[in-house]
Protein backbone atom coordinates (compact mmCIF):
# COMPACT_ATOMS: atom_id res chain seq x y z
CA UNK A 1 0.00 0.00 0.00
CA UNK A 2 1.34 3.47 -0.96
CA UNK A 3 0.70 6.81 0.81
CA UNK A 4 -2.03 7.46 -1.46
CA UNK A 5 -3.88 4.70 -0.98
CA UNK A 6 -3.26 4.96 3.04
CA UNK A 7 -4.83 8.30 3.08
CA UNK A 8 -7.44 7.46 1.51
CA UNK A 9 -8.71 4.81 3.87
CA UNK A 10 -7.69 7.74 6.38
CA UNK A 11 -10.95 8.19 8.41
CA UNK A 12 -12.52 4.63 7.57
CA UNK A 13 -9.64 2.95 9.12
CA UNK A 14 -9.95 5.77 12.30
CA UNK A 15 -13.51 5.03 12.27
CA UNK A 16 -12.78 0.83 12.68
CA UNK A 17 -14.16 0.75 9.28
CA UNK A 18 -11.93 -1.14 7.49
CA UNK A 19 -12.26 -5.10 6.51
CA UNK A 20 -9.33 -6.78 8.79
CA UNK A 21 -7.20 -7.32 5.78
CA UNK A 22 -7.35 -3.61 4.68
CA UNK A 23 -6.69 -2.58 8.39
CA UNK A 24 -3.45 -4.88 8.11
CA UNK A 25 -2.35 -3.02 5.02
CA UNK A 26 -2.89 0.35 6.75
CA UNK A 27 -1.43 -0.42 9.70
CA UNK A 28 1.82 -1.73 7.80
CA UNK A 29 2.10 1.02 6.19
CA UNK A 30 1.70 3.60 9.02
CA UNK A 31 4.74 1.46 10.56
CA UNK A 32 7.38 2.31 7.97
CA UNK A 33 5.77 5.64 6.83
CA UNK A 34 6.32 8.48 9.78
CA UNK A 35 4.67 10.90 7.20
CA UNK A 36 1.63 9.32 7.12
CA UNK A 37 1.39 8.50 10.88
CA UNK A 38 2.04 11.99 11.96
CA UNK A 39 -1.56 12.67 9.69
CA UNK A 40 -3.00 9.77 10.89
CA UNK A 41 -2.62 10.74 14.72
CA UNK A 42 -3.52 14.40 13.82
CA UNK A 43 -6.71 13.12 12.51
CA UNK A 44 -6.84 10.55 15.17
CA UNK A 45 -6.13 13.99 17.90
CA UNK A 46 -8.88 15.73 16.52
CA UNK A 47 -11.87 13.19 16.69
CA UNK A 48 -11.51 12.29 20.30
CA UNK A 49 -11.37 15.90 20.81
CA UNK A 50 -14.41 16.73 18.70
CA UNK A 51 -15.81 13.55 21.15
CA UNK A 52 -14.87 14.84 24.25
CA UNK A 53 -16.02 18.57 23.46
CA UNK A 54 -19.20 17.32 22.50
CA UNK A 55 -20.50 14.44 24.79
CA UNK A 56 -20.64 16.56 28.17
CA UNK A 57 -24.05 17.44 27.63
CA UNK A 58 -26.74 15.79 29.17
CA UNK A 59 -30.59 15.95 28.93
CA UNK A 60 -31.99 18.68 31.76
CA UNK A 61 -33.83 16.24 34.51
CA UNK A 62 -36.84 19.23 33.88
CA UNK A 63 -36.55 17.40 30.12
CA UNK A 64 -36.70 13.88 32.04
CA UNK A 65 -39.68 14.58 34.13
CA UNK A 66 -41.64 16.20 31.37
CA UNK A 67 -41.36 13.08 29.50
CA UNK A 68 -41.95 10.38 32.53
CA UNK A 69 -45.52 12.71 32.84
CA UNK A 70 -46.52 12.66 29.35
CA UNK A 71 -45.49 9.15 29.53
CA UNK A 72 -46.94 7.72 32.60
CA UNK A 73 -48.82 10.54 33.77
CA UNK A 74 -46.54 10.81 36.93
CA UNK B 1 -60.30 -6.67 27.80
CA UNK B 2 -57.70 -6.58 30.64
CA UNK B 3 -57.25 -9.94 32.17
CA UNK B 4 -57.59 -10.07 35.58
CA UNK B 5 -54.48 -9.56 37.40
CA UNK B 6 -53.43 -10.31 41.19
CA UNK B 7 -51.61 -7.79 42.69
CA UNK B 8 -48.01 -7.79 41.96
CA UNK B 9 -48.14 -9.54 38.92
CA UNK B 10 -46.15 -7.44 36.04
CA UNK B 11 -49.34 -6.50 33.72
CA UNK B 12 -48.36 -5.96 29.63
CA UNK B 13 -48.35 -2.26 30.66
CA UNK B 14 -46.02 -2.59 33.13
CA UNK B 15 -44.16 -4.49 30.63
CA UNK B 16 -44.32 -1.86 28.31
CA UNK B 17 -43.70 0.75 30.63
CA UNK B 18 -40.49 -1.52 31.65
CA UNK B 19 -39.03 -2.10 28.40
CA UNK B 20 -39.47 1.03 27.00
CA UNK B 21 -37.40 2.88 30.20
CA UNK B 22 -34.79 0.10 29.92
CA UNK B 23 -34.24 0.38 25.87
CA UNK B 24 -35.18 3.30 25.04
CA UNK B 25 -35.27 5.98 27.91
CA UNK B 26 -31.51 5.33 28.64
CA UNK B 27 -31.21 7.03 25.33
CA UNK B 28 -32.18 10.67 26.13
CA UNK B 29 -29.49 12.19 26.83
CA UNK B 30 -27.95 10.86 22.75
CA UNK B 31 -31.35 12.32 21.43
CA UNK B 32 -31.40 15.57 23.21
CA UNK B 33 -27.71 16.34 22.01
CA UNK B 34 -28.69 15.29 18.44
CA UNK B 35 -31.94 17.57 18.61
CA UNK B 36 -30.12 20.17 20.12
CA UNK B 37 -27.30 20.18 17.18
CA UNK B 38 -30.33 19.87 14.73
CA UNK B 39 -32.64 22.42 16.05
CA UNK B 40 -29.87 24.76 17.52
CA UNK B 41 -31.61 26.07 20.38
CA UNK B 42 -32.43 24.42 23.48
CA UNK B 43 -36.34 24.97 24.05
CA UNK B 44 -37.29 23.59 20.36
CA UNK B 45 -34.55 20.49 21.66
CA UNK B 46 -36.46 19.65 24.44
CA UNK B 47 -39.66 19.64 22.73
CA UNK B 48 -38.12 17.60 19.79
CA UNK B 49 -36.83 15.11 22.59
CA UNK B 50 -40.11 14.89 24.06
CA UNK B 51 -42.19 14.47 20.61
CA UNK B 52 -40.08 11.64 19.56
CA UNK B 53 -40.15 9.89 23.13
CA UNK B 54 -44.21 10.17 22.48
CA UNK B 55 -44.18 8.81 19.28
CA UNK B 56 -41.66 5.73 20.06
CA UNK B 57 -43.97 5.05 22.96
CA UNK B 58 -46.86 4.92 20.54
CA UNK B 59 -45.20 2.96 18.23
CA UNK B 60 -43.43 1.05 20.76
CA UNK B 61 -45.11 -2.43 19.53
CA UNK B 62 -43.18 -1.65 16.20
CA UNK B 63 -40.00 -1.83 17.87
CA UNK B 64 -38.50 -5.33 17.53
CA UNK B 65 -36.56 -5.92 21.20
CA UNK B 66 -32.91 -6.43 21.34
CA UNK B 67 -32.72 -4.99 18.44
CA UNK B 68 -31.17 -1.22 17.60
CA UNK B 69 -33.44 1.02 19.71
CA UNK B 70 -31.07 4.20 19.60
CA UNK B 71 -30.73 4.24 15.73
CA UNK B 72 -34.65 3.41 15.64
CA UNK B 73 -35.37 6.54 17.63
CA UNK B 74 -32.83 8.83 16.18
CA UNK B 75 -35.18 7.56 13.04
CA UNK B 76 -37.99 9.07 14.50
CA UNK B 77 -36.55 12.14 15.74
CA UNK B 78 -35.22 13.23 12.41
CA UNK B 79 -38.22 12.78 10.88
CA UNK B 80 -39.97 14.91 13.68
CA UNK B 81 -37.33 17.31 12.79
CA UNK B 82 -37.78 17.11 9.32
CA UNK B 83 -41.41 17.37 9.39
CA UNK B 84 -41.54 20.29 12.10
CA UNK B 85 -39.00 21.82 12.80
CA UNK B 86 -36.70 22.23 10.17
CA UNK B 87 -38.75 25.03 7.95
CA UNK B 88 -37.95 27.43 10.84
CA UNK B 89 -34.64 26.25 11.65
CA UNK B 90 -31.81 29.36 11.62
CA UNK B 91 -30.02 28.13 8.36
CA UNK B 92 -31.96 27.70 5.74
CA UNK B 93 -29.66 25.42 3.54
CA UNK B 94 -28.62 27.08 0.24
CA UNK B 95 -25.42 25.72 0.37
CA UNK B 96 -24.06 23.14 -2.12
CA UNK B 97 -22.34 20.59 0.02
CA UNK B 98 -20.49 18.60 -2.75
CA UNK B 99 -19.33 22.04 -4.29
CA UNK B 100 -17.44 22.65 -0.71
CA UNK B 101 -13.60 22.24 -1.31
CA UNK B 102 -11.82 20.36 2.12
CA UNK B 103 -9.13 22.07 3.08
CA UNK B 104 -6.50 19.73 4.92
CA UNK B 105 -5.68 21.28 7.94
CA UNK B 106 -3.00 19.16 8.70
CA UNK B 107 -0.62 20.37 5.76
CA UNK B 108 -1.09 23.37 6.76
CA UNK B 109 0.33 22.86 10.65
CA UNK B 110 2.42 19.77 9.76
CA UNK B 111 5.74 21.99 11.00
CA UNK B 112 4.07 23.92 13.41
CA UNK B 113 1.67 21.74 15.45
CA UNK B 114 1.33 18.19 13.68
CA UNK B 115 0.26 16.64 16.71
CA UNK B 116 -3.08 19.53 16.94
CA UNK B 117 -2.36 20.67 20.06
CA UNK B 118 -4.39 23.43 19.47
CA UNK B 119 -7.16 21.44 19.72
CA UNK B 120 -6.78 21.89 23.04
CA UNK B 121 -7.29 25.49 23.69
CA UNK B 122 -10.73 25.51 21.80
CA UNK B 123 -13.24 25.54 24.47
CA UNK B 124 -16.49 23.60 24.38
CA UNK B 125 -19.11 26.14 23.07
CA UNK B 126 -16.54 27.47 20.39
CA UNK B 127 -16.78 23.53 18.87
CA UNK B 128 -20.44 23.29 19.36
CA UNK B 129 -20.48 26.86 18.02
CA UNK B 130 -18.69 25.65 14.64
CA UNK B 131 -20.45 22.47 14.59
CA UNK B 132 -24.02 24.56 14.65
CA UNK B 133 -22.24 26.70 11.02
CA UNK B 134 -22.00 23.48 9.13
CA UNK B 135 -24.69 22.75 6.36
CA UNK B 136 -27.48 20.36 7.90
CA UNK B 137 -26.22 17.66 6.39
CA UNK B 138 -22.92 17.94 7.72
CA UNK B 139 -23.57 18.58 11.20
CA UNK B 140 -25.93 15.68 11.72
CA UNK B 141 -22.98 13.17 10.05
CA UNK B 142 -20.68 14.53 12.55
CA UNK B 143 -23.16 14.51 15.84
CA UNK B 144 -24.52 11.01 14.57
CA UNK B 145 -20.52 9.56 13.85
CA UNK B 146 -18.41 11.51 15.88
CA UNK B 147 -20.30 12.76 18.65
CA UNK B 148 -22.38 9.67 19.44
CA UNK B 149 -20.14 7.28 18.12
CA UNK B 150 -22.51 5.57 15.78
CA UNK B 151 -21.22 2.95 12.85
CA UNK B 152 -21.52 4.08 9.34
CA UNK B 153 -24.14 1.80 8.19
CA UNK B 154 -25.70 3.35 11.52
CA UNK B 155 -25.82 6.47 10.53
CA UNK B 156 -26.74 5.69 6.50
CA UNK B 157 -29.58 3.83 7.66
CA UNK B 158 -31.01 6.73 10.22
CA UNK B 159 -30.18 9.23 7.43
CA UNK B 160 -31.64 7.09 4.37
CA UNK B 161 -28.55 7.27 2.48
CA UNK B 162 -26.13 4.88 1.25
CA UNK B 163 -23.02 4.15 3.08
CA UNK B 164 -20.75 5.76 0.38
CA UNK B 165 -22.77 8.90 0.97
CA UNK B 166 -21.59 8.75 4.90
CA UNK B 167 -18.58 8.82 3.95
CA UNK B 168 -18.15 11.39 1.75
CA UNK B 169 -20.15 13.49 3.88
CA UNK B 170 -18.20 12.62 7.00
CA UNK B 171 -14.81 13.27 5.49
CA UNK B 172 -15.82 16.58 4.00
CA UNK B 173 -17.66 17.41 7.13
CA UNK B 174 -14.48 16.73 9.26
CA UNK B 175 -12.31 18.69 7.00
CA UNK B 176 -15.02 21.58 6.87
CA UNK B 177 -15.06 21.37 10.82
CA UNK B 178 -11.28 21.56 10.91
CA UNK B 179 -10.99 24.65 8.71
CA UNK B 180 -13.55 26.60 11.41
CA UNK B 181 -11.76 25.94 14.28
CA UNK B 182 -8.46 26.57 12.38
CA UNK B 183 -9.03 29.64 11.19
CA UNK B 184 -10.71 30.14 15.09
CA UNK B 185 -7.10 29.33 16.39
CA UNK B 186 -5.37 31.91 14.10
CA UNK B 187 -7.62 34.38 15.35
CA UNK B 188 -6.88 33.77 18.44
CA UNK B 189 -3.61 33.33 18.18
CA UNK B 190 -3.20 30.10 19.25
CA UNK B 191 -1.31 28.78 16.31
CA UNK B 192 0.14 31.30 13.15
CA UNK B 193 -0.69 29.35 10.31
CA UNK B 194 -0.52 30.29 6.86
CA UNK B 195 -3.58 29.58 5.35
CA UNK B 196 -3.93 32.90 3.26
Redesign the interface.
Given at each position: MNCREAVEHL??YL?K?LTPQVEREVRQHLEDCQ?CL??F???D???K???A????????PE??R??LH???GE | MTEPTTPGTPTPVDDRRETFEREALVHLDTLYRVALRLTGNAADADDLVQETMLKAYRAWHQYQQGTNAKGWLLTILRHAFINEYRRRARHPETVDVDAIEPFAVFEDLQEEDPQGRFFDQIVDDEVLRAIDELPEQFREAIVLSDVEGMSYEEVARILSVPIGTVKSRLFRARRLLQAKLYDYAVGMGYIKGSRA
Amino acid sequence: MNCREAVEHLYEYLDKELTPQVEREVRQHLEDCQPCLEQFDFEDAFLKFLQARCRGRCAPPELKRRILHELFGE
Amino acid sequence: MTEPTTPGTPTPVDDRRETFEREALVHLDTLYRVALRLTGNAADADDLVQETMLKAYRAWHQYQQGTNAKGWLLTILRHAFINEYRRRARHPETVDVDAIEPFAVFEDLQEEDPQGRFFDQIVDDEVLRAIDELPEQFREAIVLSDVEGMSYEEVARILSVPIGTVKSRLFRARRLLQAKLYDYAVGMGYIKGSRA
